[in-house]
């Protein structure tokens, strides 16, 4: 079965900057194209950025210019390195493949506050 496991959330002041962890097993991760999510209560989970089989990758409008989605093949493991961090970044985030959504993680929170 499908496990993925975030990591590497916090407690952080706007403008500050955290780098999450996706390790994944339980798939042919280079086989899959991934993706971070984040759900803030009361609000939808959404898609904030996502990386292709070959590297390519795609950023929500929100998040363009601060975030940078990454993977390493190698080790099955998935990077989000936030920087200048905003209060509306504050959400849970998790990891899930693009092609066919596996069970959802336990989340890392990401909270971004003064």
């Known amino acids: 079965q499908v496990q993925l496991v975030e990591s590497g959330g916090g407690l952080v002041q706007p403008g500050g900057s955290l780098r999450l962890s996706c390790a994944a097993s339980?798939?042919?991760?280079?086989?899959?194209?991934m993706g971070w999510y984040r759900q803030a209560p009361g609000k939808q989970r959404e898609l904030v950025a996502d990386?292709?089989?070959?590297?390519?990758?795609n950023y929500a409008d929100s998040v363009k210019g601060r975030f940078s989605i990454s993977r390493d093949n190698a080790k099955n493991v998935m990077y989000l390195q936030m920087n200048s961090l905003k209060p509306e970044d504050t959400a849970a985030y998790y990891c899930?493949?693009?092609?066919?959504?596996?069970?959802w993680g336990q989340g890392t929170q990401v909270t971004v506050s003064s």
């Open positions: 339980g798939i042919i991760f280079s086989d899959n194209a």
């Open positions: 899930n493949r693009r092609g066919n959504l596996a069970s």
């Open positions: 990386i292709s089989r070959s590297g390519r990758t």
